[in-house]
């Protein structure tokens, strides 16, 4: 069986296992570094009522605890369904690769997912969202950006 096949059969076992555990929904995932899982993760969102808690955000932690860094640019990620909005986002941000997944966001639809409506949601002006937002303190706010800009502020990657 090609490593690939393999990396997405683990990331498929850990959901199915995931429904035995109600731990959250039927969501894992597994990241790959040097054709070697690194991380697995798990939907964990009920038994830790933390809705960021899915399964791809669990094994991007995990990795990035394990390899001591923040960026995961060597690394790909194996999920059993496509990412939502929120895991695509942090799977960008860790600077993965490549992402392989199962099951689509239109299939995790049909299961009551709601991807859809969030996609939807992130195309609209944030004045027009259904959640609204304010931009308050701005002029505060931009003066802690300079700082960082200047080097006062500096994060060790």
Known sequence: MPYRSKFMQEAIRLSEENLSKYNGGPFGA????????????????????????HAEIVAIRKACKKLKKIWLDDCEI??????????????????????YFANTRKDAEKIGFIDK???????VPSFKRKIK?????R?????????????LINLKY
């Open 133 to 137: 937002s304010e931009q308050h303190l």
């Open 139 to 151: 002029s505060k706010a931009i003066e802690v950006f300079e700082k960082w800009k200047k080097g």
């Open 78 to 99: 194996y999920t059993s369904c496509e990412p939502c909005p929120m895991c695509l986002s942090a799977i960008y941000w860790a600077r993965i690769k490549k992402i």
């Open 30 to 53: 597994v990241i790959v570094r040097n054709d070697k899982i690194i991380s697995k993760g798990v939907n964990l969102v009920i038994s830790t009522n933390d809705p960021t808690a």
């Open 117 to 123: 409506e969030i996609y939807d949601e992130l195309s």
